[in-house]
C-alpha cells in the first residue's frame, strides 16, 4: 500500500487536524489588532464566492443564455440541417462522445457537415493535417465537407444543436472545448488540465483565431482561462463570439 508522503513540518506552520478557519490564532499582532483574523476571513470569503457562489451563476447563466438563443439560433440551425438531409439524404445530425469534465464521456451533437463516407477517407487525410503536433486534426479546404457544411461551420451553425448539452449539464456557454477520446489519449499532464471544468460551447481561443491556432497555443488560452474564469470573464468571451463568428476567421 502505498503511503502519503510525509514532508517536514516548517517551523511555525500549523500542526496536522488543526483548521486555520476554525482555530484562528489568537495572538495579537506585533503591528497591533489581529489582522491575521482579517486575512483569514477575507481568504474564507473569497474560497465561499469561488466553490460556492461563482458555480450557482455561472449554470444560471448557463441555463438563462441556452434558453434565450435556442428559438434565436433554431431556425437557421433547422433550416441548414434540412439542406443536409436533401444533400445527399444521410442523417441531419453527427453524434459523437466526447470527453467532458473529469474525463466523463457524454453524446455531442452536430449540424452533419461532412459525406457519409468521411470517416473512411480521413485515415488517408492524415498526413495533411496542418496542426503539427498530431493530437487534433485541422484541414484547410477538407474535400469531405460538403457545401451546405461550409457554410454550417463558416458560422458555427452547426454547433448550435450543443445548446442542448448546455441545458444538460454536459456543458457550459464559456470553457474549452470538448475533445474526442482520442485526443485525450495522446494529452500531456499539462493539456489534461483543459478536464478541470465543464467544456464549452465557446472558449477563449475561439474567438483568438480559432483552427488557424496551433494545439499548443489553443491550451495555452484554455490554461489561462481556467487560471481567471469568472462570470465577467464568461460575458466577455460571449460577446467577443459574435464578431468571431461573423468574420468566420478560423472556422473551416
Known amino acids: 500500500m502505498t503511503m502519503p508522503l510525509s514532508l517536514p513540518r516548517q517551523q511555525g506552520a500549523p500542526r496536522p487536524g488543526l483548521s486555520l478557519v476554525s482555530a484562528p490564532p489568537t495572538h495579537a499582532s506585533p503591528h497591533g489588532g489581529r489582522p491575521s483574523w482579517v486575512r483569514l476571513h477575507l481568504l474564507r470569503f473569497r474560497w465561499l464566492l469561488a466553490t460556492r457562489v461563482e458555480p450557482l451563476v455561472k ?36 453524434w459523437q462522445k466526447r470527453v467532458g469534465r473529469d474525463g466523463r464521456l457524454f453524446d455531442f451533437p452536430k449540424i452533419r457537415s461532412m459525406r457519409l463516407d468521411a470517416e473512411r477517407q480521413g ?21 469531405r465537407i460538403t457545401w451546405i457544411g461550409r457554410i454550417a461551420r463558416r458560422l458555427s451553425i452547426d454547433e448550435i444543436p450543443q445548446l442542448w448539452c448546455v441545458l444538460a449539464g454536459d456543458m457550459s456557454l464559456v470553457g474549452p472545448r470538448p ?55 464568461d460575458l466577455k468571451i460571449l460577446l467577443a463570439t459574435v464578431p468571431a463568428v461573423l468574420t468566420g476567421k478560423g472556422a473551416y
Open 59 to 94: 449554470r444560471a447563466l448557463d441555463v438563462m443564455g441556452a434558453l434565450v438563443l435556442a428559438p434565436v439560433l433554431g431556425p437557421p440551425a433547422l433550416l441548414a440541417a434540412v439542406l443536409v438531409k436533401l444533400t445527399d439524404g444521410g442523417p441531419m445530425l453527427y
Open 123 to 143: 485515415r488517408r487525410l492524415r498526413k495533411r493535417n496542418h496542426h503539427a503536433s498530431g493530437v487534433t486534426f485541422k484541414m484547410r479546404n477538407d474535400p
Open 179 to 233: 475533445a474526442l477520446p482520442s485526443e485525450v489519449r495522446r494529452y500531456t499532464s499539462a493539456d489534461r488540465r483543459r478536464l478541470d471544468v465543464t467544456p464549452g460551447l465557446t472558449c477563449l481561443w475561439q474567438v483568438k483565431g480559432r483552427g488557424d491556432l496551433p494545439f499548443d497555443k489553443q491550451v495555452q488560452l484554455d490554461r489561462d482561462y481556467i487560471s481567471s474564469r469568472g462570470v465577467m470573464t
